[in-house]
């Protein structure tokens, strides 16, 4: 995606430096609910920044709003909390923050603008004008390990992903504990390689997984996912993808897809704004029982008794028969140097 000229969105990319100058003020924008959004990554990346943008632009069209966004900021907390007042300063009605590594620097920055509403998605943090709106990605997770340990063949499995942040480490548990729920023999290889974007790195972790084993990877990755795709296209092993349905992007490589529309957090929070019922303090979480933002999808050759095993244990959850972990200890696979 080139510069962004549009005049609803007032801020471009940010350079090493910081941000752009600021075109103008947000508040000055049409009388309609005026949302600056930070996006700690590419809004092109296709997966959870761009499902962020989807649901930012989705927002635009239906609450509608006014919206404006920053993309590219590094994923430091003194950097996103200096993206972050950039925002504020504008004085929109909401501020979202995507994603949960902006959890510190949201609570820090929305404590200086008392008077600006802010959301973090996928996050987990409250306060008197902050809230986290959630889409519980450990729970189509746990039904991506259930499936791999249902169809592998090896006995073992894959899991990677870049940034050890909250919504991560719950995917994490959550794979891990549908594996073990199925299929208890199963062995578990997982990594956190540092960085969600660096195909190069994925395809390491990826091949070096395969060449230990295992048969399915299930990658929790943004624009860094094509790493993974080729290694397991290169050895016939199978992936499990997250966020979108990749079963119909790349139909020969994937399997599954975790399903977890993050952007539904990012509508979500704007129509509540506009709609006068933002709750600051609270944390709303969205699950299975809203398959169109969580669920996992499969592709057309895994077998009907897997598919019922699935329908069965997403049934559970919903249900509350079941409870997904949020947190999974043990060793780690290295990352290849």
Same mark, same amino acid.
């Given at each position: 995606?080139?510069?962004? &000229? ?25 009388? *309609? ?5 930070? %996006? ?20 635009? +069209? ?16 003194? !950097?996103?909390? !200096? ?29 200086? %603008? ?25 729970? *189509? ?11 592998? =063949? ?6 990677? *992903? ?8 719950? @995917?994490?548990? @959550?794979?891990?504990?549908?594996? !073990? ?21 994925? +395809?390491?972790?990826? &091949?070096?997984?395969?060449? !230990? @084993? ?12 094509? @790493?993974?795709?080729?290694?397991? +296209? ?19 490589? %994937?399997?599954? *897809? ?14 509540? =704004? ?7 303090g609270h944390v709303r979480q969205v699950g299975l029982e809203t398959p169109e933002a969580v669920r ?12 019922? +095993? ?13 409870t997904v972990p949020h947190e999974w200890s043990g060793a780690e696979f290295p990352t290849p140097a």
């Amino acid at each position: 995606m080139g510069p962004i &000229t549009d005049r609803r969105a007032l801020l471009t990319t940010a350079t090493a430096a910081g941000l752009l100058p600021l075109l103008g003020p947000l508040a000055a924008a049409a009388a *309609s609910t005026t949302v600056a959004a930070l %996006f700690a990554g590419k809004v092109d990346d296709r997966g959870f920044m761009q499902a962020g943008y989807d649901g930012l632009k989705l927002a635009e +069209r239906q609450v509608p709003a006014t919206i404006a966004f920053t993309q590219g900021i590094p994923p430091q907390p003194e !950097a996103l909390a !200096a993206a972050l007042r950039e925002l504020a300063r504008q004085k929109p009605h909401l501020v979202v923050a995507h994603g949960g590594q902006n959890n510190a620097a949201a609570k820090a920055v929305a404590a200086e %603008f008392p008077d600006v509403a802010f959301v973090v998605t996928q996050g987990n943090v409250t306060g008197p004008n902050l809230a986290s709106y959630e889409v519980l990605q450990e729970q *189509s997770a746990f039904l991506a390990g259930a499936l791999a340990g249902l169809m592998t =063949k090896t006995g073992i499995v894959g899991h990677m *992903s870049g940034i050890r942040v909250t919504p991560g480490l719950k @995917g994490r548990a @959550g794979y891990a504990a549908g594996v !073990a729920h199925v299929n208890p023999s199963a062995k578990l290889l997982t990594n956190f390689s540092g960085s969600q974007d660096d195909n190069a790195l994925s +395809r390491k972790v990826a &091949t070096a997984m395969i060449a !230990a @084993g295992a048969d399915i990877v299930f990658t929790m990755l943004n624009a860094g996912r094509t @790493g993974a795709v080729e290694a397991c +296209r290169e050895t016939g092993a199978q992936q499990i993808g997250n966020v979108v349905d990749w079963t119909t992007i790349v139909p020969d490589v %994937f399997v599954a *897809s975790a399903c977890a529309d993050s952007g539904r957090a990012v509508y979500q929070a704007v129509a509540d =704004k506009a709609a006068g019922r933002f709750a600051a303090g609270h944390v709303r979480q969205v699950g299975l029982e809203t398959p169109e933002a969580v669920r996992l999808a499969m592709a057309p050759r895994v077998p009907a008794e897997v598919r019922d +095993r699935i329908a069965g244990l997403t049934a559970d959850i919903v249900a509350g028969r079941l409870t997904v972990p949020h947190e999974w200890s043990g060793a780690e696979f290295p990352t290849p140097a």
